[in-house]
């Protein structure tokens, strides 16, 4: 059983997140295997040439990790993080999915896939949690 009872709770709980939340970012779904966040896209998440900033889909694929990680074993912090940036968007929306690749006693290791609303992969987020 995950530490937040209701998705209601962690939505709560997250909104600590100020800017993930205040961004737009939503927890849709949680349970102890998979997280799936999603952001709906304006011109406030825009870089100077007119595309989706690259800090803007890090931060939803980060947002994933830490209600995943932290649904599972509160408190746990971010170690290391790698991603690779796939493809431009193309859609309006943005769909972050994490899902444990290790859960062990002391850390875990989560990949984070982000797609757009098409169905384009947008990036790939690994991300290597520390349980405090």
Sequence with gaps: MGTFKTLE???EYFKGDR?????????????????VCSLELNESHTNAHG?????VMFTLADFAFAALSNHNHSVTVAQQV???YLNM????????????KKNGRSS???NVDV???????IIQFVGTGFKL
């Design 82 to 84: 790698s991603v690779n």
């Design 115 to 121: 797609t757009d609303d098409t169905g384009k992969d």
């Design 89 to 100: 968007v193309k859609g309006n929306k943005l769909i972050a999915t994490a899902r444990f």
């Design 19 to 35: 800017f993930a939340t205040e961004s737009g970012m939503v927890i849709d779904e949680l349970t102890d295997d998979i997280c």
């Design 51 to 55: 595309g989706i900033m690259g800090g």
């Design 9 to 11: 709770e962690a939505r």
């Design 108 to 110: 875990c290791v989560i």
